[in-house]
């Protein structure tokens, strides 16, 4: 069994963007910017968004931090967005979600400008993700397009069960994997809580990609030897313990390459995001000059 170094792989991934910042500001003696939103006090969200500024920071991209309270009104946080649209500085917004409940998400994602939305969750991105004409794909289902890919594991005409079918992870996941494009072409299916027979599904895949937030849910009498997992689960129990929506230890056992949790799809998540950040200073940059 091969384990899939999302940790290891993210590293080099973000000294490659290193590289391609110093790069950027030689020429244009500007700096990529990425401003992020933080509305509220999810414990989880305040550690994503600080490792993802962190992050930043390693590749040398500016980025600031506007942390809001939960009871801020919706027409408030619109306002902030709108500031941030109109900032030369800034390149890239990510608004991070869970959004409190009083804030409709989907107006809130749509007043992003297209060009500096660079979680790829706004209708422009995924309709030119739909379309075949891709311009920033969203950070966790590139991820693991990038794990695939970089641990030589072919993705053209394989079989992909995903199972999941959240709009961050697994529908653009299946828009990314199912691409008329080098490294991906494969036949995919999409499982989800109204699937009749999930392990019927799971056990015709080649690769197995598993993002609905159960934890151990993909267990070793789902998969056949020999498949590819991807976990793209965090769920914390109650021990405190970090798992994955795999059972890890069984499943391992059987599968020819596994991600583990924490240090699989995690990373990657990040990594992906300074890629689109630096790629949405290169457009905006491009576009004014
Ligand atoms: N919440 C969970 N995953 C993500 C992500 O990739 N981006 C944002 N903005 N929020 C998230």
């Not at 869970?98 to 969750?121: M, N, Q, Y």
Request: aromatic fraction near 2%; charge should be positive.
């Amino acid at each position: 069994m091969h384990l899939l170094d999302g940790k290891q792989l993210a590293a080099t991934i973000r000294e490659e963007t290193a590289q391609a910042v110093e790069e950027f500001v030689s020429r244009h003696g500007k700096r990529p910017g990425l401003a992020a939103v933080l509305v509220g006090d999810d414990p989880a969200s305040h550690i994503y968004v600080k490792n993802k500024r962190k992050a930043c920071e390693k590749v040398g991209m500016a980025s600031w931090l506007h942390s809001l309270p939960a009871s801020t009104p919706q027409a408030e946080l619109l306002q902030l967005v709108q500031k941030l649209n109109q900032d030369p500085q800034v390149h890239g917004i990510l608004v991070q979600l869970p959004l409190p409940k009083h804030i409709d998400e989907a107006t809130v994602v749509r007043a992003v400008s297209p060009l500096k939305d660079v979680d790829g969750f706004g209708p422009e991105n995924l309709g030119l993700l739909a379309a075949g004409h891709p311009r920033y794909l969203p950070c966790t289902p590139h991820g693991c397009q990038q794990l695939l890919l970089r641990n030589n594991i072919e993705i053209d005409g394989a079989n992909v069960v995903i199972v999941g079918r959240s709009n961050i992870v697994g529908k653009p996941l299946a828009l990314i994997l199912m691409q008329k494009a080098k490294g991906a072409n494969a036949t995919v299916t999409v499982c989800h809580s109204r699937t009749r027979d999930i392990p019927h599904w799971t056990r015709q895949a080649d690769i197995v990609v598993v993002a609905i937030g159960r934890p151990r849910f993909l267990t070793a009498d789902m998969i056949r030897p020999g498949a590819v997992v991807i976990d793209v689960g965090i769920n914390r129990l109650e021990d405190g313990s970090l798992v994955g929506d795999v059972d890890f230890e069984p499943v391992a056992k059987i599968a020819s390459a596994i991600t583990p949790v924490p240090g699989g799809v995690g990373p990657m998540t990040i990594a992906m995001l300074l890629h689109n950040t630096l790629c949405a200073a290169r457009l905006q940059i491009e576009q004014r000059s």
